[in-house]
């Protein structure tokens, strides 16, 4: 069955110091990729998606995340964090043929000091 | 142009009653899913409809159930509410039935069932 696994819980970093979060997935076909990021009590807003192509993926608020098949990995990036990047971030995957339904992870609260 | 709608956002609800969840996809997405994220969790997967047919459905239990109408809106059901039933209910709207056309999610509507 497919998973995915978000190894960190909970990160804290400082303002304006670089982020990186981490996901991987076990999947047997190939796989389309997404970010999203839950601020409390809301829903889910996506960061950036792969589904082909240029592994490097460009989202919104200044984050990148680089998909690496070899290492089943799809982490999330961000050079210089700010206090509004505050929330909980999920790793979500999808696979061709497997219509509409995604896989999370378990999700990463980042915390973000002053 | 409106989002992913969904209604009611809050309700409480007692053990063993049923409750309906509404949701309005983007204007001209066909496909609906629905997903469970229970409190510290990622969401779960649960159904997906496209043209008024389901086309994926998650590992739950016949309480659960759903339709989407004509219009492409979408209801889920819950009957016999449990305790474990409480959680946020998010609608993703996605304009084909395939993952990677992409998915736009709801805020969701937080069940409290007591």
């Known amino acids: 069955a497919q998973s995915v696994t978000q190894p960190d819980i909970h990160i804290t970093v400082s303002e304006g110091a670089s982020l990186e979060l981490r996901c991987n997935y076990s999947y047997g076909a190939t796989p389309y990729l997404f970010w999203y990021v839950q601020s409390p009590g809301q829903g889910l807003q996506l960061l950036l998606k792969y589904f082909s192509g240029d592994t490097l993926v460009q989202g919104i608020k200044g984050f990148e995340a680089e998909f690496k098949r070899s290492q089943s990995s799809f982490n999330l990036r961000k050079p210089s964090v700010h206090w509004s990047d505050a929330a909980e971030y999920f790793c979500a995957v999808g696979f061709t043929g497997g219509g509409n339904k995604l896989t999370f992870g378990t999700g990463t609260q980042l915390k973000v000091e002053l | 142009d409106a989002g992913v709608t969904q209604s009611p956002t809050h309700l409480i609800k007692t053990r063993g009653q049923q409750v309906t969840l509404r949701c309005s996809p983007i204007?001209?997405?066909?496909?609906v899913s629905w997903y469970q994220q229970v409190l510290g969790q990622g969401p779960q997967f649960i159904f997906q409809?496209?043209?008024?047919?389901?086309?994926g459905r998650g590992n739950f239990p016949d309480r659960f159930s759903a339709r989407q109408f004509p219009n492409y809106s979408s209801e889920l059901n819950v009957n016999a509410l449990l305790l474990g039933d409480s959680a946020l209910y998010l609608c993703?709207?996605?304009?084909?039935?395939?993952?990677?056309?992409?998915?736009?999610f709801g805020s969701g509507t937080r069940l409290t069932v007591v």
């Open positions: 204007s001209g997405h066909k496909s």
């Open positions: 409809y496209y043209e008024k047919e389901e086309r």
């Open positions: 993703a709207s996605s304009p084909g039935p395939q993952g990677n056309y992409g998915y736009t």
